[in-house]
C-alpha cells in the first residue's frame, strides 16, 4: 500500500512512523509546504527549549527509512491537489496543523503593536512567513492576552537576560531586537481566574526563576483556594499551590533578592479580564492600551464561564499580543471541514463521507496539547489506516503510483520539490553557521536561500 502524508511537524511524522512499523509493507510519502521539516517543533518551541526538540531525531530516523520519502516545496492545495494525490495513494492522511490564529474580534486589534503569539513565535523562532514583522519593542510594558504556555513562553522571551539567548538557536535578527528591547514588564490577562489557567507547572516554574525578573503576584487573587483546590487533580493542585506561594512571598524577601539588579524586569498575571478594545494612541498611528470588561466566574473548574460584570479597567502598555490560540484552516475544496470548530469532521481520524481520506493532530482534534498528544493522537489515526488495510476497506488491488503520478503533475506546474537529503544540507549549512556564533544552530530564514544552498 502507498500512503500519503500532509504535512511535515510532529503529527505528520508521527502518523508516518506508526505506519512504516506496523506494516512491513507500506511505503509512505510525507509532503511539506516549506523546504525544511518538521513544523511547530522547529518553529513553535521555544529556542531556550532545546531538550523538547529532540524529537527532531525520532523523525529524522523515519525519513531515514528506506520506505519513507519526504517531498518538501510543495504546497498541497495548489502544487497538487487531494483528488490527484487520492489518484496516486491507497490513502491520504491530512496532517498539516493549524497555520492561522483566532482573532479576538475588537475595535483595534490592527493597530501597529498588537500581534498575535503565532506570528510572535514564528518571528524569533524564523518561520519564514513571519520574518519582516518587525515588532515595535520601545515601550516599557507589554501585556499578553492568554494563559498558556505560548504566553509563558513569550513573556520569558520578552524578559530573559541575553546572555541565556544568545545559545539558543533564536533568529539572529530578533536577537539584535531584543538587545534594544525597552520591555521590563510583561502582563498576562486571562478572562478567567487562577482555576482555569492552561499553563503547565514547569512552564510557571521556570518564569518565576528567570534571573533579573520578578514576579508579581496578587494575594487578592488567590484568596480561598487552598480550599478549594484541596480535591483538584495532582498537576491542579501543583500548580495552583506554586502561585499562591509566589503570591505571598514576603516583600523584603523579593527586595533582597532583587537588591543586586537595579529597576529589576517583572512580569504578573491578572485574572477575570475580558479585552474590550486596543487603545489607540492621539495620532491613532499606534496601541497604547488596552481597556478590559472585569468579569466574574460562573460554574467551577474547566467549565467555568467568564461573565462581564460591567465595570471595566483599562491599562497602558505598547506591546499587545494575542495568545488565545491557533485555527486550521481548509485545504482543499475535495475536503470536508467544519470552520465553527476549525477541524476536519471525523471519526478516529477517517475523514467523514470520504473513504481512504484521514487526518491527524491539531486539523483533526483542534489546536491543543503539547507534542505526546500529537503523537498519540496520530498514532489513533495510522491505527485506522492500519485496520482499513487489514480489513479490506482499503483496496489495494490496484496498484497506485504514488510519487511517480504526483512528479509528473509536479512537473508540469513547474514544482520542483526538496528531498530530504536536500534538507540535510540546508541543515549541515545552519549548524555550521551556528557554530560560528556559539549557537546550536543559526536558522536560515529565507526560503528563497534554502533553495539555493542546494542548487535548486
Known sequence: PRVCVVGSGP???????????HHGGALVDIYEKLPIPFGLVRFGVAPDHPEVKNVINTFTQTAHSERCAYYGNVTVGRDVTVPELQQAYHAVVLSYGAEDNRVLGIPGENLPGVYSARAFVGWYNGLPENQDLKPDLSCETALILG????????????????????????????????????????????????????????????????????????????????????????????LTELMIKTALEKPEEMQAAAAGAAAPREWGLKFQRSPQEVLPSADRRRARGIRM????????????????????????????????GYRSLPLDPAVPFDSQRGIIPNSSGRVEGVPGLYCSGWVKRGPTGVIITTMNDSF?????????????????????????????????????????????????????????????????????????????
Open 293 to 324: 470588561a472585569l468579569t466574574r466566574l460562573e460554574g467551577s473548574g474547566d467549565s467555568a464561564k467568564a461573565i462581564p460584570t460591567g465595570d471595566v479597567e483599562e491599562l497602558e502598555c505598547g506591546l499587545v499580543v494575542s495568545s488565545i
Open 380 to 456: 489513533d489515526t495510522a491505527q485506522s489506516v492500519l485496520e482499513d488495510l487489514q480489513g479490506g476497506v482499503l483496496d489495494i488491488s490496484p496498484s497506485r503510483e504514488g510519487f511517480g503520478l504526483v512528479e509528473s503533475i509536479l512537473h508540469s506546474r513547474g514544482v520542483r520539490p526538496v528531498s530530504f537529503s536536500d534538507w540535510e544540507k540546508i541543515d549541515a549549512t545552519e549548524v555550521a553557521r551556528g557554530k560560528a556564533a556559539g549557537k546550536p544552530r543559526e536558522k536560515i530564514v529565507d526560503p528563497a536561500e534554502m533553495l539555493q544552498i542546494i542548487g535548486h
Open 11 to 21: 503529527a505528520g511524522f508521527y502518523t508516518a512512523q506508526h505506519i512504516l512499523k
Open 147 to 238: 494563559h498558556g504556555n505560548v504566553a509563558l513562553d513569550i513573556a520569558r522571551i520578552l524578559l530573559s537576560p541575553l546572555q541565556l539567548l544568545r545559545k539558543t538557536d533564536i533568529t539572529d535578527s530578533s536577537l539584535a531586537a531584543l538587545a534594544c528591547s525597552k520591555v521590563k514588564r510583561v502582563w498576562l490577562v486571562g478572562r478567567r481566574g487562577p482555576l482555569q489557567v492552561a499553563f503547565t507547572i514547569k512552564e510557571l516554574r521556570e518564569m518565576i526563576n528567570l534571573p533579573g525578573t520578578r514576579a508579581v503576584l496578587d494575594p487578592a487573587d488567590f484568596t480561598g483556594l487552598e480550599s478549594a483546590v484541596k480535591d483538584a487533580p495532582r498537576p491542579r493542585k501543583r
